[in-house]
T-cell receptor, first 111, second 112 residues
Framework: DAGVTQSPTHLIKTRGQQVTLRCSPK?????VSWYQQALGQGPQFIFQ???????QRGNFPDRFSGHQFPNYSSELNVNALLLGDSALYLC??????????FGPGTRLTVT | LAKTTQPISMDSYEGQEVNITCSHN???????ITWYQQFPSQGPRFIIQ???TKVTNEVASLFIPADRKSSTLSLPRVSLSDTAVYYC?????????????FGKGTKLSVIP
C-alpha cells in the first residue's frame, strides 16, 4: 500500500512564475492538507480539502489555491511566485481516524 | 489554538532514555496532545497521541499530568537514528479534520 506521494520532488522557478504541485493521498484517505515549511521552521498550515471543497484555510494569501479531484488527489497552485515562497511543501492525508500521514514533500526554490 | 512551548534542542547519548517536555497552559477541554517526528527533508511522522494520564506504544510513551498543562514524550534507549526534530501539537482530535499547528520543535541529537 503506497503512502502519500508527491510530485515533483524538486522544482526551481523564477519570481513571478506559477507552479503546480501534486499529491496523491494514502489509500482509503479522503482528506488532504497542505503545509509550507521554511528552512528551520515547523510546517505551517495552508489549507485542507475534503469532498473537493476547501474546508479550512490558514493565513496564506490568495496566490495560494488548490483543488481536490474525485479520486481524492490534490493540487496546490501558487501564482506570482516570490522569493519567500521557497520552501518544502508538504501534503498530508487523513481519513476516519485522527492521524495525518505526510508525504515526502516538494522542495520549491524560487530564484 | 493552544500554544505550545518546548526546548529548542537536546543532546543525549545512545542507549539513554530521553524525555522531552512540552508546555501547553491554554489547552482546551477537547484538545488532544500529539507528537510528531521529522527527519531532514522528510515529512513529519506521527509518534503518539494522548488525552490524559499515560499512553504507550511500540516506540514511545506519553505522560500527561492531571491538569494537562504539560506533557512529556519519553523515548526509551535512543539510538543514532532517533536524531530528528520532535514536535508537540495540541488540537481537537476530530477525525483528521483539524489543522495541525506546529511550533519550532525540539531538535534531538543522539551522540554515540
Amino acid at each position: 500500500d503506497a503512502g502519500v506521494t508527491q510530485s515533483p520532488t524538486h522544482l526551481i522557478k523564477t519570481r513571478g512564475q506559477q507552479v503546480t504541485l501534486r499529491c496523491s493521498p494514502k489509500s482509503g484517505h479522503d482528506t488532504v492538507s497542505w503545509y509550507q515549511q521554511a528552512l528551520g521552521q515547523g510546517p505551517q498550515f495552508i489549507f485542507q480539502y475534503y469532498e473537493e471543497e476547501e474546508r479550512q484555510r490558514g493565513n496564506f494569501p490568495d496566490r495560494f489555491s488548490g483543488h481536490q479531484f474525485p479520486n481524492y488527489s490534490s493540487e496546490l497552485n501558487v501564482n506570482a511566485l516570490l522569493l519567500g515562497d521557497s520552501a518544502l511543501y508538504l501534503c498530508a492525508s487523513s481519513g476516519v481516524t485522527y492521524e495525518q500521514y505526510f508525504g515526502p514533500g516538494t522542495r520549491l526554490t524560487v530564484t | 489554538l493552544a500554544k505550545t512551548t518546548q526546548p529548542i534542542s537536546m543532546d543525549s547519548y545512545e542507549g539513554q532514555e530521553v524525555n522531552i517536555t512540552c508546555s501547553h497552559n491554554n489547552i482546551a477541554t477537547n484538545d488532544y496532545i500529539t507528537w510528531y517526528q521529522q527527519f531532514p527533508s522528510q515529512g513529519p511522522r506521527f509518534i503518539i497521541q494522548g488525552y490524559k494520564t499515560k499512553v504507550t506504544n511500540e516506540v514511545a510513551s506519553l505522560f500527561i499530568p492531571a491538569d494537562r498543562k504539560s506533557s512529556t514524550l519519553s523515548l526509551p534507549r535512543v539510538s543514532l537514528s532517533d536524531t530528528a526534530v520532535y514536535y508537540c501539537l495540541v488540537g481537537d482530535r476530530g477525525a483528521g479534520s483539524y489543522q495541525l499547528t506546529f511550533g519550532k520543535g525540539t531538535k534531538l541529537s543522539v551522540i554515540p
